[in-house]
């Protein structure tokens, strides 16, 4: 079966896409379309990154790749920004098949600006005529059914996955750049949502005022300019020493970082469907590396948290963190549990299991 995956995400960046394009590889032989960062480097054969930036430069993009890849059996789409560009390209391919992952859930009303409100008008239009449909975890796929007036419920693919140095050399370099910074011993609190003030952040940084220099906070990831004005302020204004901003990092960096960290914080706010019902992969990239979570109380991380009893959700991250830290052996120890039964390849192998009984039928 010739596959073409279409995505306008970024493959050193997301975890999901890169776990999708395993599944798809699993259903035969595959190309994918992902988006590049500066310096970024195809991530195996049969990957055509774009270069170039733009929605509608994208747009154009594929349809050029599209004509001169010729006839596909199936089109893969990945998130809502893939679905104009995959069924464009389903006609150009011939395609007899569509599977769609909805990574995200948001209705018009919830739908920030008016790019957004496009793209739920989108997703609602071409949704409930793809063949197959992916959500992030059974909470949304059960929504779906009633948003997108699907005929079955969305299969339920969960972000499992796991952080993995891209070589020997890598990691090598990744410890001779970044060793220094962990000499000094901390309890260390990894938040990979960077300054982004709508995921609890502030509450983070009122922790920290109480949790003391024997603790520190790491917070990685993109930030807006006004979301890291406000922490670099909060730091500064408050005398916190205890609190570190770092850029994205790929999973090189990001594995090592987390690696010699002692817990994960995953926090999202509740005031729209796609936070309230989030899909966090980032708590398994966490799990597979030992250590576990502090997050906050949206109804899936709660029921995870209580259910694996591999860290724990609560809105007073102070006593949380303080518990994790004291008895951080003990929580250790079911985190190691809980991963020894859980497998990655195992969880695309049997999403592209359910694909081929559907798309077979």
């Not at 098949?97 to 008008?121: P, T």
């Not at 779906?144 to 952080?163: A, C, S, W």
Request: glycine fraction near 8%; hydrophobic fraction near 35%.
């Amino acid at each position: 079966m010739k596959i073409l995956l279409i995505s306008y995400d970024n493959y050193k960046y997301d975890g999901r896409l890169r776990e999708l394009i395993q599944v798809a590889k699993e259903l035969g032989e595959v190309t994918y379309i992902t988006r590049a960062s500066d310096g970024e480097t195809a991530g195996g054969q049969g990957h055509v990154l774009y270069r170039d930036r733009g929605y509608s430069r994208f747009l154009l993009f594929v349809c050029m790749q599209a004509r001169a890849l010729g006839r596909q059996d199936l089109i893969f789409i990945d998130n809502r920004k893939g679905i104009l560009p995959g069924y464009i390209a389903r006609r150009l391919t011939g395609a007899g098949r569509v599977v769609q992952d909805c990574r995200e859930l948001y209705d018009r009303k919830s739908a920030a600006g008016i790019a957004g409100k496009i793209g739920c008008l989108v997703e609602r239009l071409f949704t409930g005529r793809s063949d197959v449909v992916i959500a992030a975890n059974a909470y949304r796929a059960r929504r779906m059914v009633k948003m997108f007036g699907l005929k079955r419920e969305p299969l339920n693919y969960e972000n499992i996955r796991r952080l993995a140095y891209t070589s020997d050399q890598k990691r090598e370099q990744v410890e001779t750049e970044c060793g220094g910074f962990f000499e000094e011993e901390k309890f260390r609190i990894v938040s990979t949502a960077g300054c982004d003030m709508s995921r609890t952040t502030g509450k983070m940084l009122d922790a920290m005022k109480e949790l003391g220099d024997a603790f520190e906070l790491l917070l990685i990831g993109e930030s807006t300019e006004e979301d890291e004005w406000i922490v670099r302020e909060t730091i500064r204004t408050c005398g916190l020493t205890n609190v570190k901003i770092f850029p994205r990092m790929d999973q090189d960096h990001l594995k090592y970082f987390i690696s010699h960290s002692q817990v994960g914080m995953v926090a999202y706010h509740q005031r729209d469907l796609n936070n309230k019902y989030c899909a966090s992969g980032k708590i398994y990239e966490f799990l597979f590396e030992e250590k576990p979570v502090v997050t906050s109380t949206n109804p899936p991380l709660k029921e995870f948290c209580e259910r694996y009893k591999v860290g724990r959700a609560s809105d007073d991250y102070v006593r949380a963190l303080r518990d994790i830290a004291e008895h951080y052996g003990r929580w250790q120890a079911q985190v190691r549990r809980y991963v020894g039964r859980v497998d990655v390849e195992d969880n695309n192998r049997r999403l592209a299991q359910q694909i081929r009984e559907i798309i077979g039928e």
